[in-house]
């Protein structure tokens, strides 16, 4: 997959896509239909499926006070993007000029000058343009005007309700990653490159990766059975881990942080890209009587996570 972010130098090759506009974060299950659709009309075309996204996110740019909310960082994103067969994303670079553009103004000059797109897919949902001015039957009508084709992608419904970042993150906070995980088609993944903590987990006898969570959406702090990636490094490959997020309430105030233990594994994984997948809430964080007390309870968490992942 290609990632384009200078929208002022298009190659040829760049041009001409059908694409899917729109944040696509945690690139859900109603993210993959808006997908779905740029995909055959990809194909009817013999264009290349494009994926049209904005770093950072318009909400960030807008709302600088907002508490962290993204579901997943850029990285994260283009990589489940590149798992979806999307040969280009536009990563747009949002700030005052493209906030200044107003829907006409966007279709003109983003959509057909500067990217040439054949074909756009948005949700039923997408506003556009400033002050969200535009909504998909505008976008659809421009399309008419200026030369290229709109589709607009219904809601998705599942079992657990309409489909949407914020239901998903709501899953999160209350520690439910499998009602996330039906919305969003795959486990929740916390991505990042593993990081110097304290080392007081290799102390304990169980050493962690640990990733930070700046600008993310904070999942219900506590222990998690995780499925976990290392995507860099001499140890590339999938294994099982147990996952703490929280602040350590043993060790005073910290700011929170994901450290998984790998189960079976000897390694350094220091900046590595590791991915962890969120399978099952454990339990909720505590604070301990002693360091004891804290490492019989981390032996129950590891029996507790084998007995979880067993079949997965």
């Known amino acids: 997959m290609r990632i384009v972010r200078d929208i002022h130098s298009i190659a040829s090759k760049d041009r001409g896509a059908a694409a899917a506009i729109g944040n696509f974060d945690g690139v859900h299950l109603g ?3 808006v997908i779905d659709h ?6 009817a075309g013999g264009a290349p499926l494009g994926v049209m996204t904005f770093e950072p996110h318009p909400r960030t740019y807008f709302a600088t006070d907002l508490p962290p909310f993204r579901l997943m960082n850029a990285r994260a994103r283009a990589h489940r993007l590149e798992k979806l067969g999307v040969d280009i994303l536009y990563e747009l670079p949002f ?12 279709a003109q000059t983003i959509i057909v000058e500067r990217l040439g797109l054949s074909h756009v897919v948005v949700g039923a949902d997408f506003r556009f343009g400033k002050g969200r001015s535009g909504d998909a039957e505008a976008l659809r009508t421009l399309g008419k005007t200026l030369g290229f084709e709109t589709t607009i992608a219904e809601m998705v419904e599942t079992p657990v309700g309409e489909v949407s970042s914020t239901g998903i993150r709501n899953a999160l906070s209350e520690g439910r990653p ?15 490159v593993v990081i110097h903590g304290e080392k007081r987990g290799r102390e304990l006898g169980y ?24 995507l860099t490094g001499p140890h590339a490959g999938s294994y099982k881990g147990a996952t703490s997020i929280g602040i350590r309430p043993m060790f005073g105030e910290n700011i929170p942080n994901c450290e998984t233990f ?5 390694g350094d994984l220091y900046d ?15 604070k301990f009587e002693g ?12 029996q507790d996570v084998r007995k979880t992942l067993r079949d997965v």
């Open 291 to 302: 360091l004891d007390a804290l490492i019989r309870q981390m032996d129950q968490d590891i």
């Open 262 to 266: 790998l189960l079976d594994f000897e």
């Open 95 to 106: 700030g005052a000029a493209l906030a200044s553009l107003d829907a006409e103004a966007f």
């Open 38 to 43: 740029a995909r055959k009309a990809a194909q």
């Open 272 to 286: 590595a890209e590791i991915s962890v997948a969120l399978v099952e809430f454990l339990r909720p964080e505590a």
């Open 207 to 230: 050493p962690t990766a640990n990733i930070a969570l700046e600008d993310l959406h904070l999942p219900a702090f506590g222990v998690y059975a995780t499925l976990v990636d290392l």
């Open 178 to 192: 499998d009602d996330a995980a039906a919305m969003l088609g795959h486990w929740h993944r916390i991505e990042g």
């Open 31 to 33: 993210h993959q239909a």
